[in-house]
């Protein structure tokens, strides 16, 4: 038993030939990550089997046929812990993005996936379209070093890095005592997901508490 993928132009002969076995060997199928360069397009799906019978073993091939546009599951985005802390301007803020993961290949699997991320000042806003193409600020400025964008300037910003962990030290925000905003956007392939995290800092290093 197989299933096949071909392209909805060629015949049933010429699909099963030419086609690309996406699964052997069961009468079930299932979406998974190898399967993510076929997504989005139509294509004939078959399932053929191979019938043997009679004294000669005479060999039969059965086949049925269906049209199919693989959809993927979108990717799960998840900066760890509440939504919503608050850290003093001598404390350094966490943002793990560890969690997140692609549903087609589970939780734990981080190569595949390109983590980006972006600050702002509680009063903005972050554009709807083209988030990739913020001004990227760095991450590791001294104190005598300014930005022009995201949390250590004014404007919104993307930082530097693009690991799943970031670590920021508070006291090089522009402002010892005010709110941020952190979007974490998740991409693989042409799907993203995003997730945010609220920081509102204030002076001194209050007490963290964390709720897991």
């Known amino acids: 038993m197989s299933w096949i993928l071909a392209s909805p132009s060629l015949n049933d002969s010429e699909a099963i030939s030419n086609g690309t076995i996406v699964s052997a060997k069961t009468s079930e199928w299932a979406l998974s990550d190898y399967h993510l360069p076929?997504?989005?397009?139509?294509?004939?799906?078959?399932?053929v089997f191979t019938v043997v019978q009679g004294d000669d073993n005479k060999t039969e091939i059965a086949y049925d046929k269906?049209?199919?546009?693989?959809?993927?599951?979108?990717?799960?985005a998840i900066i760890s812990g509440e939504t919503e802390i608050t850290r003093g301007n001598k404390q350094n803020?966490?943002?793990?993005?560890?969690?997140?993961?692609?549903?087609?290949?589970?939780?734990?699997?981080?190569?595949?996936?390109?983590?980006?991320?972006?600050?702002?000042?509680?009063?903005?806003?972050?554009?709807?379209?083209?988030?990739?193409?913020?001004?990227v600020v760095p991450i590791s400025l001294n104190s005598s070093e300014t930005s022009g964008g995201g949390c250590f300037g004014t404007g919104i910003g993307r930082l530097e890095s693009t690991e799943p962990v970031v670590v920021l030290n508070a006291s090089k925000?522009?402002?010892?005592?005010?709110?941020?905003?952190?979007?974490?956007?998740?991409?693989?392939d042409a799907r993203t997901s995003s997730d945010r995290k609220t920081v509102h800092v204030v002076e001194g290093s209050p007490p963290e508490v964390s709720l897991k």
């Open 38 to 47: 076929f997504a989005n397009v139509l294509h004939a799906l078959y399932f």
């Open 66 to 76: 269906g049209y199919i546009i693989l959809r993927p599951l979108p990717l799960v």
């Open 93 to 135: 803020i966490i943002l793990n993005g560890s969690k997140s993961y692609d549903p087609h290949v589970g939780p734990g699997t981080l190569e595949t996936l390109k983590f980006y991320w972006f600050c702002q000042k509680s009063n903005e806003e972050f554009p709807t379209e083209n988030l990739l193409e913020i001004q």
């Open 173 to 188: 925000m522009q402002n010892s005592s005010a709110s941020y905003v952190f979007q974490l956007v998740v991409a693989k």
